[in-house]
């Protein structure tokens, strides 16, 4: 593989020379979404990142009550509480909560903790008719109602109204059910703003969750997430998938004024690093890399005169067709193939088109600065012919196990422990800048979604 040198980006605002995404978007063989012409890029500054966001108890404690305590966030899929009483229990930071299906058009989340002497009254999913504390038998139905406390005359002072279950905000979007422990947040719509008008037309509700793998990383939730922000690190961090991946040529739009942004990477289409690159190796490439690409295995030859993304989007077409039922004729090649990421403040990754979609969430390791959760979820298309999947559990790692253990992930494990391999570096490393810059410089465009993050950040933690 030969690559050169890239080119220079000329000023805050500066592109690489090589076709934009737009530029590509001109040459699909479908119309193309609205949404994906609309280009949302605005200059934040160069300033440095202070390194001690990374491991710092203080700033993680401002994080706590002015972010995990305030933000709306996911926590689980709808359909993994289909049934009243199905309930997954949601942990973050050092707080805890019960999503909960309490009727077939109702959840709740109730703070997952007895009224009593405070013991967890969930410690795993589930499905229940009420919560019955196992220390000392005090017993909750699922509307949060106190219905049995053994030895009640010796509780005069509890009463119906401050013996319920206290509640966090709850919300739906997508198939997606969000929490937010503040009483007096901002409904959901108004967080999400235009959020749900990009994804009008690939209405994640329509999904199923068909893989959910859960990792603990040895680093700060933010070096996690930040790692799957940018294209800039491809080409050292995985150079195999440059065939297929045109990482400098990604679109980065962070939207002023919105609770998320996206970048959008171009597939099918060779890294402008590369020298030279033909169309048949672009195809062996995503064949043999990517993980996205639904049953494609084996050898695939190029039909002469035809180029690598118009062939591999009508191999997608076919294949999830095939795989959902679903037809996918009028899907533009760019849905079909790229990789269109968003971020949604402070820790969820939904991504949108149609081939499938994948999402991250990253969390914080109970209170530990230097610990996160990290998560990687495909949904897959209901096949509207047939009964509705059911949701696959959780899988939970071992800290010894890499990321290609978990074969779900097919071609995706081995490309997510390139990423990872970085992560624990990164932290060590934050922790030497302390003798120099204390610091971090991020690039004014290509790691423009990395300043967005702390933008939000810095908003919140000053305004909680």
């Known amino acids: 593989m030969n690559i050169q040198t890239p080119k220079g980006l000329k000023g805050g605002d500066a592109r690489c020379d ?3 995404v737009q530029d590509i978007l001109d040459r ?19 300033d440095d990142i202070p390194a001690d966001r990374y491991f710092s108890r203080a700033w993680h404690d401002r994080e706590v009550e002015g972010v995990w305590k305030k933000v709306w966030q996911m926590a689980c899929r709808e359909e993994e509480i289909p049934e009243v009483g199905d309930h997954v229990v949601y942990d973050i930071v050092g707080l805890s909560f019960i999503v909960i299906r309490t009727a077939a058009d109702e959840i709740k989340a109730f703070v997952n903790a007895c009224l009593h002497r405070a013991r967890k009254l969930r410690t795993e999913d589930g499905s229940v008719s009420s919560f019955r504390c196992p220390y000392h038998g005090w017993t909750w139905d699922i509307s949060g109602a106190l219905t049995e406390i053994p030895c009640r005359w010796d509780f005069p002072h509890v009463n119906a109204e401050n013996g319920r279950l206290p509640e966090a905000r709850v919300g739906t979007w997508g198939g997606f059910v969000f929490i937010n422990p503040d009483p007096d947040c901002e409904p959901l719509e108004s967080f999400l703003g235009d959020l749900p008008d990009h994804f009008k037309r690939w209405r994640l509700e329509d999904c199923y969750k068909a893989v959910h793998v859960r990792k603990r990383m040895p680093a700060n939730w933010k070096v996690c997430a930040e790692a799957f922000i940018e294209s800039y690190h491809v080409i050292d961090t995985h150079p195999q998938i440059m065939p ?13 004024g919105q609770n998320f942004n996206r970048m959008i990477t171009p597939m099918g289409v060779p890294s402008p690093h590369l020298e030279s690159c033909s169309g048949q190796q672009t195809v062996d490439a995503m064949v043999n890399t990517s993980g996205r690409q639904v049953g494609a295995v084996g050898t695939l030859t190029l039909p002469e005169g035809q180029s690598a993304r118009v062939f591999m989007a009508d191999v997608a077409r076919r294949r999830c067709k095939e795989l959902t039922g679903v037809d996918f004729g009028d899907a533009s090649d760019s849905e079909m193939l790229d990789a269109i990421q968003y971020f ?9 088109g149609f081939s499938p979609n994948i999402i ?3 969390r914080p390791d109970g209170n530990n600065p230097e610990s996160a959760i990290v998560e990687i979820m495909i949904l897959h298309r209901v096949d509207p012919a047939r009964p509705r999947p059911a949701p696959v559990p959780v899988h939970v790692m071992r800290d010894d196990e890499v990321w290609a253990d978990a074969r779900e992930l097919g071609g995706l494990g081995a490309v997510f422990d390139q990423d990872m391999s970085n992560i624990p570096f990164v932290q060590e490393g934050l922790h030497a800048t302390t003798i120099g810059k204390n610091a971090v410089s991020v690039g004014n465009y290509q790691e423009s979604r990395i300043r967005d993050l702390h933008r939000s950040l810095e908003r919140y933690i000053q305004h909680p």
């Open 244 to 256: 297929h991946t045109a990482d400098a040529n990604t679109q980065y739009d962070n939207y002023e």
């Open 28 to 46: 699909d063989t479908r119309p193309i979404p609205e949404v994906l012409r609309k280009q949302d890029y605005t200059y934040v500054g160069s």
């Open 18 to 20: 090589a076709p934009s």
């Open 360 to 362: 991250y969430r990253f």
């Open 344 to 352: 949604v403040f402070p820790n969820f990754f939904p991504w949108g």
